[in-house]
């Protein structure tokens, strides 16, 4: 049981470039988030998804988008890389709200923009 | 807007002795507090969570309590000991129309040397 699995685990891209971080989770959980981790800012939600085919905004999703196709997978995307969006990039998921079991986490991939 | 404090920032302390974590909520309608750990250069461990009708939950040298009148959640680690140096983190879990998105404070960095 692979848990929630993230890929890919580090990134270096050059402004304006764009890629797809993939999360992938094997729990048959209905929640995803993105969060991303910064220096002196903690962990603040990027977007999140509450099933499959939708998707909303979080505290900071400007510069993001997302998508999620299939239940265990949530796409998040970088349109056109800056340097504010250097961070490590943590996606959780958890079966329901309102369930009262944890957020399990990725293990983060680590992006830097140059 | 939700806010979570965590004091102290960090913390050192010889391997062996007792110690308490605080966290500070502003929603008194909170539904859950979620505490992790994390590891340097890895993802977030789920330690505890407490419900809101609960006030303290264990797991072996751990021990969660919450009290939402005030506002306040601890950690309690009993027998420190040099493996348990990590970031701990607490997250609120608003419940509701937040759909489970958490709310992190911003970590206290435990060191425990031999």
């Known amino acids: 049981n692979a848990g929630v699995t993230q890929t890919p685990k580090f990134r270096v891209l050059k402004t304006g470039q764009s890629m797809t971080l993939l999360c992938a989770q094997d729990m048959n959980h209905e929640y995803m988030y993105w969060y991303r981790q910064d220096p002196g800012m903690g962990l603040r939600l990027i977007h999140y998804s509450v099933g499959e085919g939708t998707t909303a905004k979080g505290e900071v999703p400007d510069g993001y988008n997302v998508s999620r196709l299939k239940k265990q997978n949530f796409l998040l995307g970088l349109e056109s890389a800056a340097p504010s969006q250097t961070s490590v990039y943590f996606c959780?998921?958890?079966?329901?709200?309102?369930?009262?079991?944890?957020?399990?986490f990725g293990d983060g991939t680590r992006l830097s923009i140059l | 807007k939700q806010e979570v404090t965590q004091i102290p920032a960090a913390l050192s302390v010889p391997e062996g002795e007792n110690l308490v974590l605080n966290c500070s909520f502003t929603?008194?309608?909170?539904?859950?507090l979620q505490w992790f750990r994390q590891d340097p250069g890895k993802g977030l461990t789920s330690l505890l969570l407490?419900?809101?009708?609960?006030r303290e939950q264990t797991s072996g040298r751990l021990n969660a309590s919450l009290d939402k009148s005030s506002g306040r959640s601890t950690l309690y680690i009993a027998a420190s000991q040099p493996g348990d140096s990590a970031t701990y983190l607490c997250?609120?879990?608003?419940?509701?129309?937040?759909?489970?998105?958490?709310?992190f404070g911003q970590g206290t960095i435990l060191t425990v040397h031999p």
């Open positions: 959780a998921s958890t079966p329901q709200w309102y369930s009262n079991q944890p957020q399990h």
């Open positions: 997250a609120e879990n608003a419940g509701g129309t937040s759909y489970g998105k958490l709310t």
């Open positions: 929603d008194s309608a909170i539904y859950n």
């Open positions: 407490i419900q809101s009708s609960q």
